[in-house]
């Protein structure tokens, strides 16, 4: 059975940076499309980027130019650098996989307990 785990989370100021990363099978890391998605209190829970193979990367309009995902095979992990944080990035973040590179949730089929990110003003 697949397991994702995401570490990384915590309490930034605006305009810092976070690391979250998602530690997963090395086959799952390998072979598929690794995801994360954002839900804040009160939302939907919506994409922000994905990635499969290692170069083939999507991200959501909301956090181009600021955010970076990336894999490390040899660790078996899937990074979200995000720098520039905003207030409004505020949320729990899920690591997610799937046999498509997506932005829609309903193709991801295995996901993450979730990490708080946390941006003060």
């Known amino acids: 059975q697949v397991q994702l785990r995401e570490t990384g989370g915590g309490l930034v100021q605006a305009g810092g940076s976070l690391r979250l990363s998602c530690a997963g099978s090395?086959?799952?890391?390998?072979?598929?499309?690794m995801g994360w998605f954002r839900q804040a209190p009160g939302k939907e829970r919506e994409f922000v980027a994905a990635?499969?193979?290692?170069?083939?990367?999507i991200y959501a309009d909301s956090v181009k130019g600021r955010f970076t995902i990336s894999k490390n095979h040899a660790e078996k992990t899937v990074t979200l650098t995000m720098n520039s944080l905003k207030t409004e990035d505020t949320a729990v973040y899920y690591c997610?996989?799937?046999?498509?590179?997506?932005?829609?949730?309903?193709?991801?089929?295995?996901w993450g307990q979730g990490t708080q990110v946390t941006v003060s003003s």
């Open positions: 997610a996989t799937g046999a498509r590179i997506s932005t829609y949730a309903k193709d991801y089929n295995t």
């Open positions: 090395e086959y799952t890391v390998g072979s598929y499309a």
């Open positions: 990635i499969i193979w290692l170069s083939n990367m």
